[in-house]
């Protein structure tokens, strides 16, 4: 199984980065899956300029055919978010919105980071996996810019999170294996 831990941020000085390493640090040391640290800054997706809806799959755009390629290879994601305005990133959003086949039917799990920890960007991006078929799991994380980080910007999470992202790829796990009969099928 191959789970892409994807870095939602492409904001410069962004403290996601940070993030998304240490999750795929825990990750790594897992058995259970190969995982893959997937930075959607370095595929310069440009706002959505796909002619066709991406559900017909015709890509005309080269950004477009490596981003493809790249999401259909795994069977599940990670997401790692910040919270902007009450939602998950702009340029997430867009990097999800070019595609639609390469989600489906595969498992997703959650780590926000923002000053109410991220919810409301998990709670966001929930809606738009059911959109693009992809199950979300219940296990998600949480951090908090007071809490953990120093000075709003040098990553320093609780131990307890650790835990945490261990139960929430756990699920992405699960789901992500219980998925593939549905995945043969394409």
Known sequence: MKVAVILGSTRPGRIGEA?????????????????????IKSYNLPLLDEPVPPSRGQYSHEHTKVWSAKIDSFDAFVFVTPEYNHATSGALKNAIDFLYREWNNKAAGFVGYGSAGGARAIENLRLIMGEVQVADVRAQVMLSLATDFENFSVFKPAARHEQAVGAMLDQVVAWGGALKTLRDKK
């Open 19 to 39: 993030v998304a390493r240490w999750v795929h640090g825990i990750a790594a040391r897992r058995s259970d899956a190969d995982y893959e640290l997937v930075d």
